[in-house]
Structure formats: C-alpha cells, structure tokens
C-alpha cells in the first residue's frame, strides 16, 4: 500500500503512562492531515513515531509498505518554535539542512531565494533572525524545511504563538506551497477552526487513542468564505463534540 502506515502502534515513556494505545492509521499519497487534542493526548508522540523520529514500542510504521527504522529521509519538519540560527542569515538558515553535509549549489541558493519569494519574506533574504518577526521566522522554518523538495511534511503546531492575522496568512501560504508540491502532510494543532481549514482530513485524539476521524468536505482552494461558510460552522461542532467525548452522529 502506498502511503504512509501506522500500525498497531503504541509506547510509554521508560514504562510510566502510556501515551499510545493500538493506534491504526492511513495517510495517503498527497493528503493533509490534521491531529486535535488537548496536551497530553499523544499527538507530538504520534507525529515523531510516524515520522521515524522515535520508534515505538509496539507496533511499525511503513512507508509505501517498507518499514521505516529511521527518520524518514525524504522529509521536512516544522516545530512550534522556529530554531532558526541567529548568527546565520535568512538564506543561510534556509540552506542549512544542505550544508551540514556539504556546500550548496549555486542551482540550490537559487531554490532557496525561490521559497523565500514563495514565503513573502524575499526582502529579508539577508537578514539576521533576531531582525524578525514571529511570523517572518516561521515563514523561514518553512522555506528551510522545503529546501530540499520533500514529499512529506511533518508540522507540530507551528502557528500556534502567533497572532490570528498572521497565522491566517500562513495557512493559505502553506496550503498553497503543498498543492504546489503535491506534498504529503501531518500536521497538529489545538485548533479546531485550523484543523478544518487546512485539512483533507482530521484525527481527534483522546488518551493516546484516535477517537474520531472526519473527512472535510469543503472545497479547495480555501478561501475567506471558507471560513465563514455553514459547512465550516458544522464541521466544528462535530469536532468539537468529538473532543468533549460526545457521540458523533
């Protein structure tokens, strides 16, 4: 099966709680991805097993039906805090996954100024992360974790200390950056109304388990409408009740 497979996973951490239980899961080739729930669930252990960050005690991940026993190479990462390294510039810290192991092309800087373009943030190609702003340094964590053209992309709320505006902003950048690249993407989040907008489909997760999926529905590309429209409005009720442990109908 092509895709990415989770299967029968579960872990505890140096035998304390358990954070997984049994969970079974499909992400299919080109599809979003959204994980809700409040912290403690079990959604950033998801996401780093999935990702063959951590291996799980029980169970395999598998990537077009090969298991995966390592970070999966063709892979960007996104992480609520942008790490950017201050003493390097905007393109430096975009081109920094290529040059830890040898010296980019010139076919690569060129890339690299493309994502920033992409990104909006162009005029800061020279600049020093502690010259930006919030959303600006997330802008740059994303061009850095595209840099090399991956097919899969794992995100753990990197919106989330930003102000509703920007963070807006990035959700129409990154969705437009993913059809572009018809990447693969699992991405969490506290946000409901995020979750809806973003997403082929949301996980609700609860105890370390998936307690309801939901495909949205709504068309693409997502617009302002969107998210004012009554099918948005309905989908967060379902989620919601999903999250307050209320059968969905």
């Not at 950033?44 to 005690?57: D, R, V, Y």
């Not at 995020?194 to 949301?202: F, L």
Request: charged share 20%.
């Amino acid at each position: 099966m092509s895709g990415l497979t989770i299967d029968h996973i579960s872990h505890s951490y140096d035998g304390g709680k358990t954070v997984l239980q049994g969970v079974n899961y499909h992400v299919g080739d080109g599809e979003f991805h959204c994980l809700v729930g409040r912290s403690g669930c079990g959604k950033t252990s998801f996401l780093k097993i999935a990702s063959g960050l951590m291996k799980a005690e029980v169970g395999h991940i598998l990537l077009d039906g090969q298991q995966v026993l390592k970070p999966i190479a063709d892979a960007g990462f996104v992480f609520q805090s942008p790490t950017l390294l201050e003493w390097k510039t905007v393109l430096e810290n975009v081109l920094f996954p290529i040059e830890l192991k040898r010296k980019s092309t010139l076919e690569e800087q060129d890339r690299a100024k493309a994502l920033l373009e992409l990104m909006k943030i162009e005029q800061h190609t020279y600049s020093f992360p502690l010259q930006l702003s919030g959303g600006q340094q997330s802008r740059v964590a994303i061009a850095r974790a595209l840099i090399k053209n991956p097919q899969y992309l794992f995100l753990d709320e990197p919106f989330a200390a930003l102000d509703a505006i920007t963070r807006e902003e990035l959700q129409d950048d990154l969705l437009a950056l993913c059809a572009h690249h018809q990447m693969t993407v699992l991405f969490i989040t506290h946000d409901i109304a995020e979750a809806i907008y973003v997403a082929d489909h949301v996980l609700v997760m609860e105890e370390g388990k998936i307690v309801h999926t939901e495909t949205i529905d709504l068309p693409k590309p997502r617009t302002l409408d969107t998210r004012y429209s009554s099918r948005f409005n309905e989908l967060g009720f379902v989620l919601r009740q999903a999250l307050e442990g209320v059968p969905v109908k």
